[in-house]
């Protein structure tokens, strides 16, 4: 069970280092190497519960659903706070 913490730990500090490196180059290729970050992210999130098996299955969707709510808050976050801009300078 605790190699589960682990591996979503894992997957939320690289989204966390994703959003320091890509936030000051929105405009370029940040918005896109972050948005999808976050969509293979989203799968990898829910997978990760249900591949315990030491777990029964009401548990496993269960931590699969927080799991999932907790990547998406912290992926939106990370899209505030890294201050990322979807309208860049044309000129």
């Known amino acids: 069970m605790k190699r589960m913490y682990i591996?979503?730990?894992i997957l939320l500090v690289i989204e966390i280092i994703l959003v320091t490196i890509c936030g000051p180059y929105s405009c370029e290729w940040g918005n896109t190497v972050y948005f999808y970050f976050g969509i293979v992210g989203?799968?990898?999130s829910f997978i990760i519960p249900l591949s315990q098996n030491d777990l029964i299955i009401k548990k496993?969707?269960?931590y699969s659903i927080l799991f999932?709510?907790?990547w998406i808050i912290v992926w939106c976050a990370?899209?505030?706070?890294g201050?990322?801009?979807i309208i860049c300078k044309l000129f």
């Open 78 to 81: 990370g899209f505030m706070l």
């Open 42 to 44: 989203l799968p990898a």
């Open 83 to 85: 201050e990322f801009r």
């Open 60 to 62: 496993r969707v269960v």
């Open 68 to 70: 999932l709510v907790i």
């Open 7 to 9: 591996l979503f730990a």
